[in-house]
């Protein structure tokens, strides 16, 4: 078991499934177990997978005033986080809705709120940073201040960019310049993915970038093996939204690496988790845990053969 901090953005999201994007106007719909609505964001959801995993995880997050803490730990949810360090110190949470189609189309709105105004107290942070194995940041703003604490205990940076926007990158710099593992979804991204990823690892240094690529997969590029790869996606189950994929993909890339230092073997488990997650409604659900991991890895590969994914 490893020790995570995370932190970054949390939210309330609701899930709209329709039939097709656009969406035909009507007065009046009626959809049945379609709508779902519950917490998540990059924060939340890498917490949580990390939690299925077994590991021991500080969920740093801020939220609304009024916010009602107990939408984190559903009752019918085997797995719980605390909430010690769940701030209540904005105006609203911030929202989502998703809207997605039968052809896996999907249309997000988003409100982040006053977020960019939030402020973590990170006396809260100094007494539990040294016993941590990774920091987990979103490029939420208020994460920034997280950074100098994270370079001064020597501990291990992993940052998820969300929504990357190349004009918009001088924002995202304080993250890019110090994370050791770089998480990006190339739905923002027009370059060339390789040629984005090895143009951010000269400019950058980390040691991996994970470059999403939804229903196509991922590229990993790990600079200590020298590689620069695509990966197909794995298909376990009947997909019913690849929303969260992202977080799953990067919370269990992170619990294997960590253990094991083997990007190629920690992204192939990844790819596992992910594809088991994408047949559930709702970012925060469908997590497995490592001995369910296991049994999938068992049935979908050939464990003799790993050096296909080279």
Partial sequence: MSKFIVAGLTQIETIVKVNKIPIQYAPFLSLKD??????GGDAFNISLALKWLGNDVEFMTVVGKLQNLGIFNPPDRRVSLSTDYVLPIMKETPTEVLIFDKQRRQQKFEDLKDIRDAEYD??????????????FLS????????????KDYNKKLAVKIHQFEVEKEIYNEDFLKNADILYFSDNTIEDDPF???????????????ILGQEAGGLILYDRDREINVHFD????????????????????????????KDSVDAIRKALIFASHKIGFLGTSYGF???????QWENLIYNPRDVSRWI
């Fill in 34 to 39: 379609a709508i779902q609505t519950a917490a």
């Fill in 122 to 135: 990170m006396t809260l942070l100094e007494p539990i940073i040294n016993d941590c194995d990774m920091v």
């Fill in 139 to 150: 490029n939420a703003n208020f994460c920034r201040s997280f950074i100098p604490y994270v």
């Fill in 195 to 209: 040629e984005f990823i090895k143009s951010t690892a000269a400019k950058y240094d980390p040691d991996i970038i």
């Fill in 233 to 260: 996606p794995v298909k376990s189950v009947a997909v019913v939204n690849n929303a969260g994929s992202g977080n799953a993909t990067f919370a269990c890339f992170l619990h294997y690496y960590l253990k094991s």
């Fill in 288 to 294: 497995m845990t490592e001995e369910q991991l296991a």
